[in-house]
Nanobody, 117 residues
Framework: QVQVVESGGGLVQAGGSLRLSCVAS????????MGWYRQAPGKKRELVAR???????NYPGSVKGRFTISRDNAKDIVYLQMNSLKPEDTGVYYC???????????WGQGTQVTVSS
């Protein structure tokens, strides 16, 4: 059973930065597409960053240029560096690992990010 655990959330002022970490208990992280999603109160969960097994990334317009997803294959950790944070970035951030062959999804429990104005 794959376990996904996020950490690094917290309270930050607008304009500040946070780095989230995601540890996935998988044998080879590079065979997974990794994603970070967030869910604000009363809203649907949305994608904020995706990193394919080949290393390509994509971001929605709302975070492009401010968020960066990266992967440390040696440590099986995926990071989300968030800069120039805005109050609208507030939400619970979830890490997702999707196996490239089976397409099976694994989710973490989420970490709260709160950006104050």
């Amino acid at each position: 059973q794959v376990q996904v655990v996020e950490s690094g959330g917290g309270l930050v002022q607008a304009g500040g930065s946070l780095r989230l970490s995601c540890v996935a208990s998988v044998s080879t992280l590079s065979t997974f597409t990794m994603g970070w999603y967030r869910q604000a109160p009363g809203k649907k969960r949305e994608l904020v960053a995706r990193l394919s097994s080949a290393g390509s990334t994509n971001y929605p317009g709302s975070v492009k240029g401010r968020f960066t997803i990266s992967r440390d294959n040696a440590k099986d950790i995926v990071y989300l560096q968030m800069n120039s944070l805005k109050p609208e970035d507030t939400g619970v951030y979830y890490c997702n690992a999707q196996h490239t062959s089976s397409r099976r999804d694994y989710w973490g429990q989420g970490t709260q990010v709160t950006v104050s104005s």
